[in-house]
């Protein structure tokens, strides 16, 4: 099928003046609205204005200029139809071949926190996404192109054979539809004011194909929100082999709970489950703590910091094997001392700590909350015994380590780092034996927090056997009374916190 006549309207000029002259080389008519025919002009190149073709001018400031049948005839009749190009002929409608379109940078402008609704809804596109639409629902005949980065591959294959096969035209229409729905689901997220809307218009990016999943018969690949350049997903990589599914998981595990803490900190993870937590004056001195609280379980994790890795730090993490550092930055120094780990990934990706809706997919659905920005802001005593001074740096640690290990939980922490870790636990008392057993001697005056309300004093009598002095809990449950009884006789402080941090 020859081209003969394109009509080209893009906000994204990139390539577009090479493209449109291939195009006139091979004798295409070329057909633009304002600024895209200014630039064609400007080019050199010869350009008919749309409103010679509707012979109607540009209305309403630019809002209607091809929203006309002389244009959308053109793009959708059928050409394997004689009676639709019977009506063209009769109405003096020529067809038209292929459609350039890229839109309004709607999301960019929406981005912006000084921007009114009035610049909003004037960056709203109509009438891109209906040629852009019309022409893909015709790709048999019409060629339907939304990305300057198509542009070299259409060129080529149109100088080689002349046209393009069938099965690029539908997947060129796939790029489109999927162009305009992300569009259309773009305004919606904006005018949508429910936090739960009845219909939740999701846009995500592909941003690389994995190795494989979790296993590796499992494919994968990573999607990224596009409006939020600051996640994970967006992180920067400076060095080693690419990420797998469970990096990323894990990745995210640690990541998550680092941002949490104001002062230096690091955060080991393995298998999406804290298993050492260290914090510090320094970067080093917070990585020194966390590979002391699980030597063992440390090799071949994930590991991230709060703060820049510097030249110290960087030394101390070249020690062990590890599969993955993310952090705010290195120095060059550190990176100059990490490159002789060849296979260890690097990542870039500045703190951030919970917000927006968490989205976790099940059969069928998704489920979508809120993301868990809950933290250790007040508590309160609920025996007799107060917690002795300076426990609250421990505490918060502990506090915090807890809410992103596995339901259940139990978090052992002293002196800055974690001491021992239960988690994923069907019982509490399993969680409690292992944390305990895990941080042995070291439990002594330690301070132990729980994911969720302890119902039954048998967690409280085995933190006294160990020498607890704190336990942080949400309470609420039927047995406080108990649990409260059974911490005062032991001489531990036993504090509320109101809030339960259940991670499944």
């Keep these: 099928m020859v081209i003969r006549r394109a009509l080209i309207s893009v906000y994204d000029k990139s390539g577009l003046a090479d493209f449109a002259r291939a195009l006139d080389k091979m004798g295409v008519q070329l057909i633009s609205t304002g600024g895209t025919a200014r630039c064609l002009a400007e080019a050199g190149l010869a350009v008919t204005a749309v409103q010679d073709v509707t012979g109607s001018p540009e209305m309403l400031g630019g809002r209607v200029k091809t929203l006309h049948p002389r244009i959308h005839g053109g793009i959708l009749a059928r050409r394997d139809d004689p009676n639709q190009l019977k009506e063209l002929a009769d109405q003096g409608i020529g067809p038209i071949d292929m459609v350039v379109v890229n839109l309004y940078p709607f999301e960019q402008t929406v981005a912006d926190p000084e921007c009114t609704q009035e610049r909003a809804l004037e960056n709203i596109d109509i009438g891109g996404p209906t040629m852009l639409r019309a022409a893909a629902k015709n790709f048999p005949a019409v060629i339907p192109l939304c990305s300057p980065q198509d542009y070299q591959e259409v060129i080529e294959i149109l100088r080689r054979e002349g046209d393009l096969s069938q099965g690029l035209r539908q997947r060129l229409a796939a790029k489109a539809f999927s162009h305009t729905a992300a569009y259309d689901a773009a305004i919606t997220g904006w005018l949508q004011k429910d936090e739960f809307p009845e219909k939740l218009a999701l846009v995500l990016e592909l941003g690389s194909h994995l190795r494989y999943g979790e296993n590796p018969h499992q494919q994968a690949a990573l999607y990224k929100l596009p409006a939020q350049p600051d996640s994970l997903a967006w992180a920067q990589p400076l060095q080693g082999k690419e990420l797998s599914y469970n990096n990323y998981n894990d990745a995210d595990a640690a990541f998550a709970l680092v941002s949490e803490f104001d002062g230096p900190a690091a955060v080991a993870?393995?298998?999406?489950?804290?298993?050492?937590?260290?914090?510090?004056?320094?970067?080093?001195?917070?990585?020194?703590?966390?590979?002391?609280?699980?030597?063992?379980?440390?090799?071949?994790?994930?590991?991230?910091?709060?703060?820049?890795?510097?030249?110290?730090?960087?030394?101390?993490?070249?020690?062990?094997?590890?599969?993955?550092?993310?952090?705010?930055?290195?120095?060059?120094?550190?990176?100059?001392?990490?490159?002789?780990?060849?296979?260890?990934?690097?990542?870039?990706?500045?703190?951030?700590?919970?917000?927006?809706?968490?989205?976790?997919?099940?059969?069928?659905?998704?489920?979508?909350?809120?993301?868990d920005?809950?933290?250790?802001?007040?508590?309160?005593?609920?025996?007799?015994?107060?917690?002795?001074?300076?426990?609250?740096?421990?505490?918060?640690?502990?506090?915090?380590?807890?809410?992103?290990?596995?339901?259940?939980?139990?978090?052992?922490s002293k002196g800055g780092m974690t001491l021992g870790i239960g988690s994923g636990c069907t019982s509490r008392i399993d969680a409690a034996n292992i944390a305990l057993a895990a941080a042995g001697e070291e439990a002594r005056e330690a301070v132990m927090a729980s994911d969720g309300f302890i119902p039954f004093p048998d967690v409280v009598e085995a933190a006294a056997k160990a020498g607890i002095s704190v336990i942080l809990q949400p309470g609420g449950s039927k047995g406080d009374d108990k649990a409260i009884a059974a911490a005062d006789k032991a001489g531990i402080a036993l504090l509320f916190t109101g809030i339960r941090h259940f991670r499944h």
Excluded: M
Aim: hydrophobic fraction near 45%; include cysteine.
């Design 373 to 412: 920005a809950g933290g250790l802001s007040q508590w309160q005593a609920a025996g007799s015994v107060q917690p002795p001074q300076g426990w609250e740096e421990d505490g918060r640690l502990a506090w915090l380590t807890a809410k992103y290990a596995k339901s259940n939980s139990i978090v052992v």
């Design 269 to 371: 993870v393995k298998h999406a489950v804290p298993c050492g937590v260290g914090l510090g004056k320094s970067p080093a001195q917070a990585f020194t703590r966390a590979r002391q609280a699980d030597p063992v379980s440390i090799f071949g994790g994930i590991i991230a910091l709060n703060r820049p890795v510097d030249q110290e730090t960087a030394l101390l993490l070249k020690e062990i094997f590890l599969e993955v550092v993310i952090a705010p930055a290195f120095s060059d120094e550190a990176r100059a001392v990490l490159a002789a780990k060849k296979n260890l990934r690097l990542l870039i990706c500045p703190n951030q700590r919970p917000q927006g809706h968490v989205l976790r997919s099940i059969s069928g659905g998704v489920l979508v909350q809120q993301a």
